[in-house]
């Protein structure tokens, strides 16, 4: 079983830093924000309920951001591979998770992301790792979805590489035009995924199989 700190080397080595999300001066003065917000909205920052609220939201936030530690490039350097493989490699229905910048509210769904390789490969579970890293920050799903296309394309140096994302937006569903059942759909390509036939064999792999 891996120490504490045999983690921690591990971690930094396959491109993660250290967070502080619990970092007690970095949580405290976030959850002193987070009271005056309690106390602004007309609440009582020391009522049982709410009394340790501040802290435990500051620990979210810190988890929900902690994106801003990771280098992403680093992540898929950790595991590239010499290999002569020239087919597409997808990997689809990566769950995403992040914050969107202009409201700080949600939004979820799924990241569908391929590469043609160009003499190295990369570990598949690298690629979700990434997904992750940026996500996992304050975002607009658009940067979001190029913000992974780019880092593939400037760190493998593949022949193509095409990233979309599918996802439902808290600010749209639960305020604002409150439409429940939309979905916002996202795509960044490159190289090879420029030519239709390309683009229209990955887009017809990442859909089959997919629930209505």
Same mark, same amino acid.
């Given at each position: ?31 002193? $924000? ?24 500051? $620990? ?153």
């Amino acid at each position: 079983m891996n120490r504490p700190s045999d983690m921690a080397q591990e971690n930094e080595m396959n491109g993660y830093a250290k967070i502080d999300q619990y970092n007690p001066a970095v949580i405290g003065r976030i959850a002193e $924000k987070y009271r005056a917000v309690l106390e602004e909205l007309g609440e009582d920052p020391q009522r049982e309920g709410l009394a340790k609220t501040p802290e435990r939201a500051a $620990k979210a936030l810190q988890f929900l951001t902690h994106g801003y530690g990771l280098d992403p490039a680093e992540i898929l350097r950790s595991a590239m591979f010499r290999e002569e493989y020239q087919q597409m490699v997808i990997v689809r229905d990566i769950e995403v998770y992040s914050l969107c910048e202009h409201h700080m509210l949600p939004f979820f769904g799924k990241a569908h992301v391929a590469y043609i390789p160009n003499g190295h490969i990369v570990g598949l579970s690298k690629i979700p790792r990434v997904v992750d890293a940026f996500a996992r920050r304050l975002q607009v799903q658009e940067r979001l979805t190029v913000d992974i296309r780019n880092c593939i394309e400037e760190t493998l140096k593949p022949q193509g590489v095409a990233v979309v994302i599918e996802a439902q937006h808290l600010c749209m569903i639960m305020r604002g035009i409150q439409k429940q059942h939309s979905i916002a759909t996202t795509s960044a390509f490159t190289g090879e995924f420029n030519s239709e036939k390309t683009r229209a064999e990955f887009m017809r792999l990442i859909t089959r199989g997919s629930q209505p």
